[in-house]
């Protein structure tokens, strides 16, 4: 079977994760798609396929006579896709000798053009893997898991020989919970590779080290008549807040390794006010000028206001994993000889967000990420092609390969 036949499968088993819910996995059709995993492993011969109660799917191939010695390699996938767009049927559109121009998504009013996805002009003459235009399409991660199911089928009918192969389908990505609960120990590889990339050949490995920034601002609230020198607004204090960060230091304004301050939210009245920031940088120690700063705008403010008027809080999301991959860099070098060796060029790419991989690589199970050929995530211009498919396929099968040699 190819793999794309596959993601047409598992996309139509919707699984939105809910960042609302407090249970894990978030929403409990995540585990409908976990039974037909679990099934489907074995049907391929991986007996010791299970799910655990928290939704997370594993199973291990043991390593061929021989090659028991060998590195014991992890490929990890997410089940859940984003809530945006996937509240009615996902419906998936093929289309085949795709002419390479902007493409109408169905009757949705929604185009895929050429402007904003350059990279379809290479697709010319593929197969091109659409939603309708109304939802996503789902192959944010559902490429993924259809490649490493696709990539034991090769490895046991093709009898190639390897080393134990370890595979995991993990709930909750999308809301920044699932690796928490992850096994590192049931799951028993040496180094792992999540398949959440985009385009095929990408090998990421940077990623933004992640802070949440909140200020709670508590504000003086008397008659507006009556309240000259008294009165002080806290909307208005937390305006003043937001003017003396750098304005062109937000997501608009920042791409590659350049790092950002992000106003997700805001809200306030004369008495409270509050500011909620991401706050995201490759660099560790410009992040930690970046935190100095929230750090002094908060000390000024209250030396202006009043002592307590402002207070900022500030907690850690993820670090950048390349600290630890940079200890075990043949997980980047064999990935681009796999990529070289199946016909894709390897395009090693800092991400501007995080992976699952970074917290596993944290905890032990150093976890680069690989592309599966997937565009457009998050929203109703989702797609893929067939080949590209089928090369981020074989650049796994091709690193299995590589580390059985
Ligand atoms: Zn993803």
Redesign the pocket.
Known sequence: MRAYERLLKYVVVRTPSDENSSTVPSSPCQFELGKILVEELKSLGVDNAYMDEKGFVYGKLPATSGYEDKVKLGFIA?MDTVADFCDHDIVPVITENYNGEDFPLGTSGRTLTLTDFPHLADCKGRTLITSDGTTILGV??KAGIAEIMTMLEKVISENIPHGQICVAFTPD??IGTGAQSFNVEAFDADFGYTL?GDGEGEIQFENFNAYKADFEITGVSVHPGSSKDVMINASLVAMEINSMLPSGETPRGTEGYEGFYHLMSMSGDVSNAKLSYIVRDHDASLMTARLNTLRHIEKLMNEKWGEGIVKLTIAEQYKNMSEIIATCMHLIDNAKKACERANVVPQVLPIRGGTDGCQLSFRGLPCPNLGTGGHG?HGPFEHCTVEGMDQATDVIVELVKIYAE
Request: aromatic share 14%; no cysteine.
């Open positions: 997410h944010d991660d990505e999308e959440d995530y």
